[in-house]
Every structure is written in C-alpha cells, then in structure tokens.
C-alpha cells in the first residue's frame, strides 16, 4: 500500500496510509494527541516509580520516545515492549521529525538506536529505560499478568475491525498485572463493549484535539 509522510497539525510528521485514508496519529497532531492518550491518561495515571509497559503497534517509536523523556524528567524505571508486525523502513524514519519537534536533541541517539536495534533484544536507552522490541502479529501474544499498563495503538476499527474485537481484549486482558491500565484513542461503543466483555472497568475519558473522547480500560 502506498505510504507518504505528512505534517500533522502541531508541526510534527507522521505516515499515511493513503488507500486507506489512515494515520500512523491524529492528523491535528500526532505528538499532541500521543502525550494526551498515553502520557497523560496512561503513564501519568499509573503512578508509578517502576513500570512495565507494552506497545501494540511500535510503529514510527513516537510513544517510545516520549515515554524516555517522561521516564527521565521523572524518574521512572520503564521496562518497554514495542510489538510491531510491520516495521517502518530506516528512510520513514530519516523523515520523522519527533527529536526536532520535541526540542530533545539529547535523545537523538536513542531515537536512531530505537530503530536500528535487534529485535527480541533488550537495550537498554538510558540507564532507566530498557527496550525490547517484538516482530510479531500481536493477535499471537499470550503473555500473562506481565505488565502495568498497554497502549493500544492499533490502526483504527474502521480499516481493521479484527484487531479490536473481544478476543484480542482477552488477550490484553491477561497481559496486564491485576489494576493494570489500558489506553486507547478509540472510543467507539463496539470496542468499549468488547473490552466490558472480558472484565475490564472501563472509562470514557476526554479526547485529544480533534476527537470528543478516548477509553481508558483498567483490569480491577
Ligand atoms: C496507528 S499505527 C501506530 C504506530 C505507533 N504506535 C506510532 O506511534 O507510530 C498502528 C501500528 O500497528 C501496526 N500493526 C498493524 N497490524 C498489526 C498486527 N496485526 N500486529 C502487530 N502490529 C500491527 C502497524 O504496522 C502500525 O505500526
């Protein structure tokens, strides 16, 4: 399928999908909308000093990056997992400006090594951050009680409604340790009724720029 990077409304790039009409983020701005669905409503909510975090969808690393600076303005351990099916190419992410855009020229090196790296390897980015990233389709994971929060940043429902069903919830579900926390920007009612299905407590929270709302699921 035909990709093409674009600038998002906050001056920050992100890659198209234009057959399908689909962003990698939130055409109004994907670093905007990365630190409202998971800074804010994820890692800020979790309140804690030493964390487990996984990524479905690891895609341009922009979640990754921004949970690094978090992670080290306030000093978190951070155990990452990036699951990613479909990596982006080395020349996508020439063109990713997140490092400009965040005004952090310090993580340059950690962005590049983010994306060279080994995958099934940790890496450690700082000395408070380790990365491993996962080439796998994350309808396979079968991880139990493994971690204390997932961003869900799969692409949207409207072009992938096999990635937001009861089953994949499940599997979410048992990843996460007992009042682990999962944030999507979807808020639509079919994936807020999958994820009631399997026994999450589930919250509809305020949507970044461009979008009314966003869910936040927790395992209680
Ligand atoms: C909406 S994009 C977000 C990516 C990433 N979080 C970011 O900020 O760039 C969704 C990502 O999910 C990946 N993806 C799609 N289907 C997948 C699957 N079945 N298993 C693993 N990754 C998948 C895509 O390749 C893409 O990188």
Redesign the pocket.
């Known amino acids: 399928m035909k990709r093409s990077i674009i600038t998002t409304g906050d001056g920050s790039k992100t890659i198209s999908l234009d057959e399908w009409n689909e962003q990698?983020?939130s055409k109004h701005g994907a670093i905007q909308e990365?630190y409202h669905v998971f800074i804010k409503h994820g890692l800020y909510a979790s309140r804690k000093n030493s964390i487990t975090i996984l990524?479905i969808?690891?895609?341009?690393?922009?979640?990754a990056l921004i949970t690094l600076h978090e992670g080290i303005k306030r000093n978190v351990h951070i155990k990452y997992t990036g699951?990613?099916?479909?990596p982006v190419s080395p020349e996508e992410v020439n063109e990713l400006n997140y490092v400009e855009a965040l005004q952090v020229p310090q993580l340059d090196a950690a962005f590049k090594q983010m994306h060279s790296c080994n995958w099934e390897e940790e890496i450690c980015l700082s000395p408070d951050f380790v990365l491993k990233k996962n080439k796998?389709?994350?309808?396979d994971i079968s991880t139990k009680g493994e971690f204390d929060l997932i961003y869900f940043?799969?692409?949207g429902a409207r072009v992938?409604p096999e990635?937001w069903t009861q089953a994949i919830f499940q599997k979410m579900f048992n990843a996460l340790k007992d009042n682990g926390i999962l944030v999507t920007y979807s808020a639509k009612g079919s994936v807020r009724r999958a994820m009631d299905a399997v026994g999450f407590t589930v919250e509809r929270l305020p949507g970044p720029p461009g979008k009314r709302e966003m869910l936040r699921a927790i395992k209680k």
Do not use: I
Request: a negative charge.
């Open positions: 990698y983020h990365a990524e969808g690891f895609g341009t690393g922009l979640n699951v990613e099916a479909f796998l389709d994350f309808r940043d799969a692409f992938q990635l």
